[in-house]
C-alpha cells in the first residue's frame, strides 16, 4: 500500500503569520498534489508536482505556495495565513504502472486560523 | 470544462435499505471514473474505478457501472450497514494529465440501525 505521510497533523495559526505544511511519500510516485477540504466544496486542488524542483498551480492557488525539493517531499506555504484559509488539508502523490490514475491520501492537516 | 456533480449532499438510510449515490460529470475526453470513501477522521482512498469496458468494478459490496450516454457512475449497494457511514466522492479525471482528478462536492452517507 501507497505512503504518504504529512505533518504536523494540527496546526493553530494566527492572522498574517507563515505557516508550511509538510507531505512525504514513499511510494517512488512523480506526481503529488495539495488539496484543501471544506464542508460543501469538497476537495478542491490548490498546487500540484510532476517532477522535483518544479510545481504547477492548481484550481485555486491564491494565498498558497509549493516546493517540491525532491521525488519525496512536497510542501505547502501559506506567507500571510488569512482567515478564510483555515480548512483541512490533503497531500496525495500518484504514479505510473498498474494503478495509474489512483491517488494516494495522506492523513491530513488540520489548520486553524485565528 | 470538466465537471463533476454530485446531487444530494447527504443521504441518510436505515441499515439494510439499499443505497444508490448518484454522480454525473461533464467530460469530453475522460474513458473512466472514480469513487473515493472517505471515513470520519481519516484520508480519503479509492473505493472503485470503472472498466473502459462495460465490466462493473465491484468493492467491499459497492458497484457502480459507467454509462456513457448519459454520462453517470451511480454508486450502489444492496444493503446498507453502520460501517458505510462515511463522506463519498466521485471524481474525474482531468484531460490535462499529470494524474489529476476533479472531484465532486461529495456526498455524506449516514446510515442508522
Known amino acids: 500500500e501507497a505512503a504518504v505521510t504529512q505533518s504536523p497533523r494540527s496546526k493553530v495559526a494566527v492572522t498574517g503569520g507563515k505557516v508550511t505544511l509538510s507531505c512525504h511519500q514513499t511510494?517512488?510516485?512523480?506526481?503529488m498534489y495539495w488539496y484543501r477540504q471544506d464542508t460543501g466544496h469538497g476537495l478542491r486542488l490548490i498546487h500540484y508536482?510532476?517532477?522535483?524542483?518544479?510545481?504547477e498551480k492548481g484550481d485555486i492557488p491564491d494565498g498558497y505556495k509549493a516546493s517540491r525539493p525532491s521525488q519525496e517531499n512536497f510542501s505547502l506555504i501559506l506567507e500571510l495565513a488569512s482567515l478564510s484559509q483555515t480548512a483541512v488539508y490533503f497531500c496525495?502523490?500518484?504514479?505510473?504502472?498498474?494503478?495509474?490514475?489512483?491517488?494516494?491520501f495522506g492523513p491530513g492537516t488540520r489548520l486553524l486560523v485565528l | 470544462g470538466d465537471s463533476v456533480t454530485q446531487t444530494e449532499g447527504l443521504v441518510t438510510l436505515t441499515e439494510g435499505l439499499p443505497v444508490m449515490l448518484n454522480c454525473t460529470y461533464q467530460s469530453t475526453y475522460s474513458p473512466f471514473l472514480f469513487w473515493y470513501v472517505q471515513h470520519l477522521n481519516e484520508a480519503p482512498k479509492l473505493l472503485l474505478k470503472s472498466f473502459t469496458d462495460n465490466k462493473r468494478p465491484e468493492h467491499q459490496g459497492f458497484h457502480a457501472t459507467l454509462h456513457k450516454s448519459s454520462s453517470s457512475f451511480h454508486l450502489q449497494k444492496s444493503s446498507a450497514q453502520l460501517s458505510d457511514s462515511a463522506l463519498y466522492y466521485c471524481?474525474?479525471?482531468?484531460?490535462?494529465?499529470?494524474?489529476?482528478?476533479?472531484f465532486g462536492k461529495g456526498t455524506v452517507l449516514l446510515v442508522s440501525p
Open positions: 511510494n517512488n510516485h512523480d506526481y
Open positions: 496525495a502523490s500518484s504514479g505510473l504502472g498498474v494503478n495509474q490514475d489512483t491517488q494516494y
Open positions: 471524481a474525474l479525471p482531468s484531460d490535462s494529465g499529470y494524474n489529476k482528478l476533479t
Open positions: 508536482s510532476y517532477v522535483a524542483d518544479s510545481t
